[in-house]
T-cell receptor, first 117, second 110 residues
């Protein structure tokens, strides 16, 4: 079974703190994604990566950065957390993009619920 | 306007009922369509793909209407275990990532 593991299920941070959210997948997937999920807004794509050291902005990249130094690990960084970044953050991975096109199969982690005070 | 729109619900139905959800998408370049299921406090998981000819998987039937740009999911003989949020998902041509709707919540009651 594919396993996507997010380092923290729950975090509470203060405004202005730097926050790292870590995600590791064990299936040698090329693609990794960070989404945030908010009530009424659904899942919105922050960033994704299709290879080591490669990244592309999603729909809402402002206030976030990412790092992919190794294939299995994709980190989301909030340089200076703000209260409007309080959300559920979901990491996902998938095989090569053609498979996603055909099957729509993304594998999600359990999520990290971040509260910024 | 959101690219993928869903009625948030909740849809409250008795066990054994048939329930249908619709989803509309705004980008005519959308190529691939899927339904995901998300249980309360859990991660989303792929339920089924949606093909142009319509497709069935047990009690679940998905249909696509490209002319009207909507997708539907029909659940027959609802079970308590079907209670979840159903996410409509679209892949737009030229984009690597999938676009998710905000979901429709279903509550099946005994």
């Amino acid at each position: 079974d594919v396993k996507v593991t997010q380092s923290s299920r729950y975090l509470v941070k203060r405004t202005g703190e730097k926050v790292f959210l870590e995600c590791v997948q064990d299936m040698d997937h090329e693609n990794m994604f960070w989404y945030r999920q908010d009530p009424g807004l659904g899942l919105r794509l922050i960033y994704f990566s299709y290879d080591v050291k490669m990244k592309e902005k999603g729909d809402i990249p402002e206030g976030y950065s990412v790092s992919r130094e190794k294939k299995e690990r994709f980190s989301l960084i909030l340089e200076s957390a703000s209260t409007n970044q309080t959300s559920m953050y979901l990491c996902a991975s998938s095989l090569w993009i053609d498979r996603v096109i055909l099957t729509g199969e993304l594998f999600f982690g359990e999520g990290s619920r971040l509260t910024v005070l | 306007r959101k690219e993928v729109e869903q009625d948030p619900g909740p849809f409250n139905v008795p066990e054994g009922a048939t329930v249908a959800f619709n989803c509309t998408y705004s980008n005519s370049a959308s190529q691939s369509f899927f339904w995901y299921r998300q249980d309360c406090r859990k991660e989303p998981k792929l339920l089924m793909s949606v093909y142009s000819s319509g497709n069935e998987d047990g009690r679940f039937t998905a249909q696509l209407n490209r002319a009207s740009q909507y997708i539907s999911l029909l659940i027959r003989d609802s079970k308590l275990s079907d209670s979840a949020t159903y996410l409509c998902v679209v892949r737009v041509a030229g984009r690597r990532a999938l676009t998710f709707g905000s979901g429709t919540r279903l509550q099946v009651q005994p």
